[in-house]
Nanobody
Framework: VQLVESGGGLVQTGDALRLSCAAS????????MGWYRQAPGSQRDLVAT???????NYADSVKGRFTISRDNAKNTVYLQMNSLTPEDTAVYFC????????????????WGQGTQVTVSS
């Protein structure tokens, strides 16, 4: 399973960016997908997650500014980021929890390579 992210870049405070993450297709199904971020010297933190049915969960720091969505037919998850601030500067990682059989609760975590988002003041 490969996750390929795109959409990062350098923007100014108040700008918007949209991240995309496409998972390869194969003999598996995708459960929850999400975005995490890691700033220099910090741990990797949750940004947002979305279930296959569209239920979402956000970190308090991004509520009202970021929107996560997914296209199940394309195995793709998106993160629309508005009103960006320098505190949003980080490497953003896509995550997908994969399962190979609906009869098991076992899930496998896969990560993308990360995409840099830099917000200048």
């Amino acid at each position: 399973v490969q996750l390929v992210e795109s959409g990062g870049g350098l923007v100014q405070t108040g700008d918007a960016l949209r991240l995309s993450c496409a998972a390869s297709k194969g003999t598996f199904s995708i459960d929850t997908m999400g975005w995490y971020r890691q700033a220099p010297g910090s741990q990797r933190d949750l940004v947002a997650t979305i279930s296959p049915g569209g239920s979402t969960n956000y970190a308090d720091s991004v509520k009202g500014r970021f929107t996560i969505s997914r296209d199940n037919a394309k195995n793709t998850v998106y993160l629309q980021m508005n009103s960006l601030t320098p505190e949003d500067t980080a490497v953003y990682f896509c995550n997908a929890r994969i399962y190979y059989s609906p009869s098991t609760s076992t899930r496998f975590n896969y990560w993308g390579q990360g995409t840099q988002v830099t917000v200048s003041s």
